[in-house]
Each structure stands twice: as structure tokens, then as C-alpha cells.
């Protein structure tokens, strides 16, 4: 850790404004990718960041210079998220994509997709189905621990990573059959 950092880090523990709002410019354009993976819309997203920046002030003190500070971060970010959809509990869907598509097109096109194609189609998931995304896919977590979480089962996991990944593909193979220029 940079002795900057960890001078604003103390200054943050001491409760020195200045200190507070360095570190809000520091790391909130990370931190704010991150609330918009987990988010419905900006308007969520944004009261997670703050939320999130709020509980980070909090609990500074319990930051230990062992770890990575925006891991650590990143942590708080990523529960406030998930207290969030805990509190609405997004478990319905009543969306269902239909569309057929040819599997060898979708492997060739998918190739042809900038990562700001695929996050907004991610951005586009229904809530449960992009918070299992994203936990998988993105942040690399298992199954049983996404399960633990979320509090449901590793078949339910298992079940909506597979349907986003098929919502996923579907979105692809209209975007291409409509003629939209990918990549």
C-alpha cells in the first residue's frame, strides 16, 4: 500500500473530511462499475454507491493493511448490492426470451462483441439471473458459495446461469440476425 493511501486511510479513520472525500475520488469510478454489474438501473446503482461508501467510512478502522484495499473495497461494494436484492428479493420472472437461434452462429458472432456490447446485455438480465451472472462469471465464485448468498439452492444457481447465459446467446443472435453491426 502507497504511504498516500495509507495517510488517507487514517485520515478516514480520524473522521477528517478531506481525507473522506480524497478517497471517494480516488476509487469511486471502480467502485461505480461495479454497482452498475449488480444494479437494475443508475438510479440503484447510485444509492449502492453510496451506501456502499457509507458502510466503507464505517468500518474503515476494520481494514487491515495485510489485504488489498480496494479488494476489501470492492467487498463492501458487492454486499451492499446483494443486501439490496435481498430487500426486494428478485426471484420472479415473468420475462421469457423465445427467439431461436443457431448455436455455430452464436460461437461465431460472439467473438464479434466489445465488452461494452456484453455488459449492457448483462445490465439487461433480470435481477436474479444477473446477480448469478455476475457472481460466477465475473467475480469467479462457486455455486455453493453464490447459493449461500443468495440464500437458495446450488440447482437454482446452477439453473439461472444457465438461463442468462441463454438470454445471453438469444440477445446476440438478434442483434445479428437484425442486422446490427457487431464489434
Request: glycine share 6%; net charge negative.
Amino acid at each position: 500500500m502507497t504511504d498516500n493511501l495509507e495517510h488517507i486511510i487514517k485520515g478516514c479513520i480520524a473522521g477528517k473530511s478531506d481525507a473522506r472525500e480524497m478517497l471517494y475520488k480516488m476509487y469511486s469510478g471502480k467502485m461505480w462499475v461495479v454497482c452498475l454489474r449488480y444494479a437494475r438501473n443508475y438510479d440503484e446503482a447510485k444509492d449502492i454507491l453510496q451506501d456502499g461508501f457509507i458502510k466503507i467510512f464505517d468500518k474503515i478502522s476494520q481494514f487491515e493493511s495485510r489485504g488489498h484495499f480496494e479488494g476489501w473495497m470492492r467487498r463492501i461494494m458487492i454486499n451492499t448490492a446483494l443486501a439490496e436484492f435481498r430487500k426486494h428479493r428478485y426471484l420472479n420472472i415473468d420475462s421469457v426470451y423465445t427467439s431461436e437461434i443457431d448455436e455455430d452462429t452464436v460461437e461465431h458472432i460472439e467473438c464479434s462483441i466489445t465488452a461494452d456490447e456484453l455488459l449492457e446485455m448483462i445490465k439487461e438480465l433480470p435481477p436474479q439471473y444477473k446477480m448469478v451472472f455476475n457472481f460466477y462469471a465475473i467475480e469467479g465464485y462457486t455455486h455453493k458459495e453464490i447459493a449461500e448468498m443468495l440464500g437458495i439452492s446450488e440447482g437454482t444457481s446452477k439453473s439461472n446461469l444457465s438461463r442468462a447465459r441463454d438470454i445471453l446467446k438469444k440477445k446476440v443472435g438478434a442483434m445479428y440476425e437484425s442486422g446490427i453491426k457487431l464489434g
